[in-house]
């Protein structure tokens, strides 16, 4: 992994520490309009959005298991 990989969690971990990432149907609505601005013409578009959507997959499935653990 690389540094710049490694500052970047960091600073997701910190952001969640903090409490102050967005809700998930927030970070969905983000997701959605950082997908909207790729460049369609990069040659890592495709590997960009299945990226992207591939983080968002996760997000949802995160934010509904912990929905179910608040029902218990």
């Given at each position: 992994?690389?540094?710049?990989?490694?500052?970047?969690?960091?600073?997701?971990?910190?952001?969640?520490?903090?409490?102050?990432?967005?809700?998930?149907?927030?970070?969905?609505?983000?997701?959605?309009?950082?997908?909207?601005?790729?460049?369609?013409?990069?040659?890592?578009?495709?590997?960009?959005?299945?990226?992207?959507?591939?983080?968002?997959?996760?997000?949802?499935?995160l934010s509904n298991a912990q929905a179910?653990?608040?029902?218990?």
């Amino acid at each position: 992994m690389e540094m710049k990989q490694v500052m970047i969690i960091r600073k997701i971990v910190e952001l969640s520490n903090r409490g102050g990432g967005p809700s998930a149907d927030e970070a969905m609505v983000r997701l959605a309009a950082v997908i909207d601005r790729l460049d369609r013409s990069s040659v890592s578009y495709e590997a960009d959005v299945d990226a992207l959507i591939s983080v968002g997959s996760a997000v949802w499935t995160l934010s509904n298991a912990q929905a179910g653990a608040n029902l218990r």
